[in-house]
């Protein structure tokens, strides 16, 4: 598909903005949406509206068959195990402090290590400063290049033994078990960042 085509998927660049064709740059913060997106959004709102695992009636349960349903779709689209695997949050912060709060609680150890990069945005920086402060975890940060990218290579030399999570700019976490962090050193196409 060409970019023009995805383009035209996208009402908003339909907009004038002050007399300018609009150029956005700001889509990790707030993404713009495709028609089709739109659509849906308003039909939800028009005629399925109500709210999702709380109450018994018709609407009630559509609404929770249609969630549940995308959990199962998305699941298949990223190849996971378990739709249980796919746990909805609002945005990246509530995601990372999700992943912090739980699993970082639970299986990071005094002196286990964080490796994130220099790129991040606060919300994949903070949570892990609090572990830091209340566990006494280390977090390392994988250098940009001349470009402002962060070569994976960059990444694998930061990982010891000690390395839990591995959480980069791209907004894509990973824990590691200790038995992937050994092979990690062998086989570096393992590695995610
Ligand atoms: C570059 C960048 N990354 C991450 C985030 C956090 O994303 P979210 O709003 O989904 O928590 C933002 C939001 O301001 C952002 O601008």
């Given at each position: 598909m060409k970019?023009?085509?995805?383009?035209?998927?996208f009402p908003?660049?339909?907009?004038?903005?002050?007399?300018?064709d609009l150029v956005y740059l700001d889509s990790a913060n707030s993404s713009q949406k495709p028609k089709v997106v739109i659509d849906r959004i308003n039909e939800f709102y028009t005629k399925q509206?109500?709210?999702?695992?709380?109450?018994?009636?018709?609407?009630?349960?559509?609404a929770t068959n249609l969630y549940e349903n995308t959990r199962t779709s998305v699941q298949k689209?990223?190849?996971?195990?378990?739709?249980?695997?796919?746990?909805?949050?609002?945005?990246?912060?509530?995601?990372?402090?999700?992943?912090a709060n739980t699993l970082g609680q639970k299986?990071?150890?005094?002196?286990?290590?964080?490796?994130?990069?220099?790129?991040?945005?606060h919300s994949n920086y903070v949570p892990w400063h609090f572990l830091r402060k209340s566990k006494n975890i280390k977090i390392n940060f994988a250098e940009i290049n001349e470009f402002g990218e962060v070569p994976i290579e960059n990444i694998e030399k930061l990982?010891?033994?000690?390395?839990?999570?591995?959480?980069?700019?791209?907004?894509?976490?990973?824990?590691?078990?200790?038995?992937?962090?050994?092979?990690?050193?062998?086989?570096?196409?393992?590695i995610e960042a």
């Open positions: 970019i023009d085509q995805i383009k035209k998927e908003i660049f339909d907009e004038k903005i002050q007399n300018n509206f109500s709210n999702v695992g709380r109450s018994v009636h018709y609407l009630a349960v559509a689209y990223i190849n996971a195990k378990d739709k249980n695997e796919i746990v909805f949050t609002k945005g990246a912060t509530e995601a990372l402090n999700l992943v299986y990071l150890e005094e002196g286990d290590e964080v490796i994130i990069t220099e790129l991040e945005h990982i010891t033994a000690k390395t839990k999570i591995v959480g980069g700019y791209i907004k894509i976490l990973r824990l590691f078990a200790k038995e992937q962090i050994a092979n990690a050193s062998s086989d570096k196409k393992s």
